[in-house]
């Protein structure tokens, strides 16, 4: 059983930062994902990151790629999404995911794909 615990959330301005932690042993899941919701809206993969032998890749949404960064220590296992130059649009749910996924098709994956879910951490930028 994975079990993930986010962590990190709260009430920004716009243009500050956050880092949120996704904390929980993920054995052979090769792939963590952050995804976001705001209300009335569907849930939207923000990014993910492969891991296979010490190597990882990264994927982004359009909407967030140069702005957040996602990362992975092995050691704690704990994932990370740090988010820079955040805007109201950032505003919602944060979940982080995870599942396992074929490395010859990486990709920014959609929630139907992860097995794994947490239970969120909320993120609020004021403007």
């Known amino acids: 059983q994975v079990e993930l615990v986010e962590s990190g959330g709260g009430s920004v301005q716009a243009g500050g930062s956050l880092r949120l932690s996704c904390a929980g042993s993920t054995y052979s899941r090769n792939v963590i994902g952050w995804f976001r919701q705001a209300p009335g809206k569907e849930r939207e993969a923000v990014a993910n990151?492969?891991?296979?032998?010490?190597?990882?890749?990264?994927y982004y949404s359009a909407s967030v790629e140069g702005r957040f960064t996602i990362s992975l220590d092995s050691a704690v296992n704990t994932a990370y999404l740090q988010m820079n130059n955040m805007t109201p649009e950032d505003t919602g749910m944060y979940y982080c995911a995870a599942t396992w996924a074929p490395m010859g098709d990486r990709k920014l994956l959609g929630s139907k794909e992860y097995s794994y879910w947490g239970h969120g951490t909320q993120v609020t930028v004021s403007s």
């Open positions: 990151i492969y891991k296979m032998h010490g190597n990882t890749y990264t």
